[in-house]
């Protein structure tokens, strides 16, 4: 609790959602191209979260920005 804040919550909501249509894209085409698409959203969503964690300024302690 208070580790983030409303950057790091909008940001993983977006890429939550982002990865979530991709799923439902490959459930509805079944082609190589969706696949790819959803392969590719989930590698970069992991590291998309850290950095809007490390970019977020609420976790960061205070006085060092």
């Given at each position: 609790v208070g580790l983030a804040g409303w950057l790091y919550l909008a940001?993983?909501?977006a890429l939550?959602?982002?990865l979530l249509v991709q799923g439902l894209r490959l459930r509805r085409e079944r082609t190589a191209e969706a696949a790819r698409g959803l392969f590719l959203g989930s590698l970069a969503y992991l590291p998309a979260l850290f950095l809007?964690?490390?970019l977020d300024p609420t976790?960061?302690?205070?006085?060092?920005?």
């Open positions: 940001g993983a909501v939550g959602t982002g809007l964690m490390a976790g960061l302690p205070r006085g060092l920005f």
